[in-house]
């Protein structure tokens, strides 16, 4: 859960600094967040889930 949580606000703070600075603009934003809800809702959500549980279980131990 605290992984999950902090790798939310990290991407969270991308998607500001991102829109702030004109790199993405809003529609576009939009549209991957809409991509992550429903690919969250399919097969391969656990493999996502557990790749991001394996790559943060190795950046820990850096």
Do not use: D, E, K
């Not at 969270?12 to 702030?20: K, M, P, Y």
């Not at 429903?38 to 943060?56: D, F, K, W």
């Amino acid at each position: 859960m605290a992984v999950s949580l902090s790798l939310t606000l990290l991407l969270a703070v991308i998607v500001v600094v991102l829109l702030r600075t004109g790199s993405v603009r809003a529609g576009s934003a939009i549209a991957c967040a809409l991509f992550g809800f429903a690919l969250a809702s399919t097969g391969a959500a656990p493999a996502i889930n557990s790749a991001l549980a394996s790559l943060s279980g190795l950046v820990a131990g850096l």
